[in-house]
């Protein structure tokens, strides 16, 4: 009896297989968190008169890595590096405005939303534009793989005419908006007021709103990675039941009350 019980435990042991340690642990263990963000998406990320990174994203990085009793490492990515640096292990998480997007979901792991955005047109002095639907006819672009620019090719195609052009990173749109490469872009309301008020982008002003859902964006880390998307989850939670939520939007964005994060039916 005593033979046949020890066989069955060696047995169960072997189905089971080796037991392994999570990103979590990993992180934990290294004493470092790597955050890929993006630092030309004011005021969410950018850099300071001393090259320093800042910035809300930049902030929820800290705070992620103090909550997990480790040392932050902000590493600056652009919005298409995103999830290839995720990928290929060069960073543990983003901490990037990411729209949670179903097509991504195949390929990472989400938290729930920490932050929801709205969407401004951005248009060039000169460039006939009452409101959004003005920009029918125009050259228009955004950067390459975001919420933003799929809506915006999206209508060029609906409206038959116009043009779309991707760039590769946000600074390049509204460069590229500056000097009349284009005639508008779509872009958050804090990003585009952010790139509007800096005056590095002469000539251009704020038109409308754009008719887009709220954008919700939210961490990203391996989708086989559930202990780290969990502990994400809380972190959210509490960042918002704590007030940090809060003080990081009226330090990065100014007064007001930050987008609820919740949708009714959904998310609680």
Do not use: H
């Not at 600056?76 to 997007?101: C, H, K, N, Y």
């Not at 859902?213 to 961490?219: H, M, T, W």
């Not at 918002?240 to 919740?262: I, N, S």
């Amino acid at each position: 009896m005593k033979k046949s019980l020890l066989a069955l435990a060696a047995a169960a042991t072997a189905l089971a297989g080796p037991a392994f340690a999570d990103k979590l642990d990993d992180i934990i263990g290294s004493g470092k968190l790597r955050c890929a963000v993006v630092l030309d998406f004011p005021p969410m990320g950018s850099r300071d008169a001393d090259n320093n990174p800042q910035g809300f994203d930049v902030d929820y990085c800290n705070d992620l890595a103090k909550a997990l009793g480790v040392e932050a490492e902000v590493v600056e990515t652009t919005f298409p590096e995103r999830i290839p640096a995720l990928m290929s292990g060069s960073v543990d998480v983003a901490v990037a405005s990411t729209s949670d997007t179903l097509e991504r979901a195949k390929t990472v792991g989400f938290s729930i939303p920490y932050y929801a955005f709205e969407n401004a047109v951005v248009g060039r002095d000169g460039v006939d534009m009452a409101n959004w639907e003005g920009m029918k006819g125009k050259t228009v672009g955004a950067t390459a793989g975001t919420y933003e620019a799929i809506w915006l090719e999206g209508k060029v195609k609906e409206w038959g005419e116009g043009e779309f052009r991707p760039y590769q990173n946000q600074a390049d749109v509204f460069l590229a908006l500056s000097q009349g490469q284009l005639d508008a872009t779509v872009s958050t309301v804090e990003v585009a007021e952010a790139n509007v008020k800096s005056g590095n982008f002469g000539g251009i002003k704020i038109v409308d709103k754009a008719p887009m859902v709220p954008d919700y964006v939210a961490l990203i880390t391996l989708r086989e990675e559930y202990g780290l998307i969990n502990y994400m989850n809380l972190f959210i939670n509490q960042q918002v039941r704590t007030g940090r939520y809060a003080e990081l939007y009226k330090k990065w964005v100014g007064e007001g009350v930050p987008a609820d994060l919740t949708i009714q039916g959904v998310y609680r």
